[in-house]
């Protein structure tokens, strides 16, 4: 696929996402929800991409749906669904990969942008980041799963707070709150993601696709469901997995694993 609207760049393990639309501050609408689903897709094609960096050109993540867009969506309902259901598509996939995505967050992010960040697996953010719902600003109600990850992410009290003010956080505060893990500074944002895959990569990628998965399960499997679940998916992982025992083997023998590449599914 042809990309017009994001910019997508391979770098060994490494997949590389740009919204790159800088003078509308990287909106998500129709034809960009669309180039990133295609994305979301090719990259988990590519074998031997274990991590995806995603981010924003110029001052913004992105700065959420397109408002002059959707009156157009608005007055034709079946393409406003259709929308929808790209939106929803394209963040489910981003949250059901194996590869760990990672956000970067640059200056604003807020409504459909902060529905994008919740989909991630890992978050960083610029020190000068803004990070909020803003949907209520302009009348709209999150339609990308907002409303559902957000509470999840930083408690419902404080959900509601941004969803119902309209407030943008500051980088500390995101960052208190459980939105980012770590702020740092403006310039050193694509650095600092660099230095969290560095980490990861010297692990088994099979390892942190399961870590994900089990992790993701939480969301929607009532706790004794998950308990059960996670004995069944450890013992699978144990007795299938060459990198269980390599691990074992390694810290035996005091040397650095050599695990093997993510399997495709």
């Known amino acids: 696929m042809t990309y017009k609207n994001i910019k997508l760049a391979y770098d060994g393990r490494i997949a590389r996402v740009t919204l790159a639309r800088p003078d509308k501050l990287n909106p998500l609408d129709w034809s960009t929800v669309k180039e990133l689903k295609a994305a979301v897709v090719e990259i988990e094609a590519q074998r031997g991409i274990d991590f995806v960096l995603l981010t924003g050109e110029g ?48 200056g604003v992010c807020v409504a459909g ?9 890992m978050a960083l953010a610029a020190e000068g980041a803004k990070i909020g719902d803003g949907h209520l600003n302009f009348g709209q109600l999150p339609g990308a799963g907002g409303s559902q990850r957000l509470p999840r992410a930083i ?12 407030e943008l956080l500051d980088a500390r505060t995101s960052e208190s709150w459980g939105l980012v893990t770590k702020v740092v500074p403006d310039a050193g944002l694509i650095a600092a993601a660099e230095e969290w895959i560095t980490g990861m990569a010297t692990k088994s990628a099979i390892g942190l696709a399961g870590a994900k998965r089990l992790a993701n399960m939480t969301l929607d499997t009532p706790y004794e469901d998950g308990l059960r679940q996670e004995i069944a998916f450890v013992h699978r992982y144990a007795t ?9 083997l390694a810290f035996k023998e005091k040397r650095t694993p050599r695990f093997g590449a993510r399997k495709e599914d």
């Not at 993540?61 to 669904?81: C, K, R, T, V």
């Not at 981003?94 to 995505?101: L, N």
């Not at 942008?113 to 697996?121: N, R, S, T, V, Y």
């Open 59 to 106: 001052r913004s993540f992105s700065a959420g749906g397109d408002l002059d867009g959707y009156i157009n969506l608005y007055a034709h309902p079946d393409e406003f669904q259709a929308f929808l259901g790209d939106f929803y598509d394209m963040l489910t996939g981003i949250e059901q990969a194996s590869a760990i995505w990672i956000a970067a967050v640059n």
């Open 155 to 166: 408690g419902l009290l404080r959900a509601k707070h941004l969803m119902l003010t309209g």
């Open 240 to 248: 299938t997995e060459p990198d269980a025992t390599e691990g074992l």
């Open 113 to 121: 942008g902060i529905e994008l960040l919740l989909a991630c697996d």
